[in-house]
T-cell receptor, first 115, second 115 residues
Framework: DVKVTQSSRYLVKRTGEKVFLECVQD?????MFWYRQDPGLGLRLIYF???????EKGDIPEGYSVSREKKERFSLILESASTNQTSMYLC??????????????FGPGTRLTVT | GQQVMQIPQYQHVQEGEDFTTYCNSS?????IQWYKQRPGGHPVFLIQ?????EVKKQKRLTFQFGEAKKNSSLHITATQTTDVGTYFC???????????????FGQGTELSVKP
């Protein structure tokens, strides 16, 4: 069974703080993703990575950066948290596309509140 | 950029009634995935459709992929309270498999079921 874990379920940070959200998957998946989910806006892709040290911008990368030093771990960094980054953050992973089976497996999410 | 339109945004049904959500794209899709997110939960993969005109069933859920591969639908027969949640369609970006397996998530259809 694929397991994707996220470091925190709930997080409260102050404006201007540097925030790290960690995601770990245990199924040797090549692809990893960070989304944010807001009411009425669905899932929006922030960044994704298809290999170690590789990263690609998603649809809303502004204000975020990522790090993938190991295959199983994908970190999302908010360099200077702002109140408009209050959201639910979801991490996901999937197999490489060439396998034909690249459905995404999601972690439980981190609800971040920036005050 | 590439987008998918999912309708309706909300659907309230009486338990036992049927439910259908539609996913439409202006471009031809290589395949499409469907996910379900329970309230307070994370998206969970349901199925992937690949072939033109494909129909797949999972118990009371019927998934269809249009002949032109530009639309898809999910139909639930005789809804139950366990069907409550948001259903997302998610085709891959681009016509062909893309590196990284990036998906384009629809806005989702939120289903509520009154007992």
């Amino acid at each position: 069974d694929v397991k994707v874990t996220q470091s925190s379920r709930y997080l409260v940070k102050r404006t201007g703080e540097k925030v790290f959200l960690e995601c770990v998957q245990d199924m040797d998946h090549e692809n990893m993703f960070w989304y944010r989910q807001d009411p009425g806006l669905g899932l929006r892709l922030i960044y994704f990575s298809y290999d170690v040290k590789m990263k690609e911008k998603g649809d809303i990368p502004e204000g975020y950066s990522v790090s993938r030093e190991k295959k199983e771990r994908f970190s999302l960094i908010l360099e200077s948290a702002s109140t408009n980054q209050t959201s639910m953050y979801l991490c996901a992973s999937s197999l490489v596309v060439g396998t034909g089976r690249y459905e995404q497996y999601f972690g439980p999410g981190t609800r971040l509140t920036v005050t | 950029g590439q987008q998918v339109m999912q309708i309706p945004q909300y659907q309230h049904v009486q338990e036992g009634e049927d439910f259908t959500t539609y996913c439409n794209s202006s471009t031809t899709l290589s395949n499409i995935q469907w996910y379900k997110q329970r309230p307070g939960g994370h998206p969970v993969f349901l199925i992937q459709l690949v072939k033109s005109g494909e129909v797949k069933k999972q118990k009371r859920l019927t998934f269809q992929f249009g002949e032109a591969k530009k639309n898809s639908s999910l139909h639930i027969t005789a809804t139950q309270t366990t069907d409550v949640g948001t259903y997302f369609c998610a085709p891959p970006e681009g016509l062909f498999y893309n590196q990284g397996g990036k998906l384009i998530f629809g806005q989702g259809t939120e289903l509520s079921v009154k007992p």
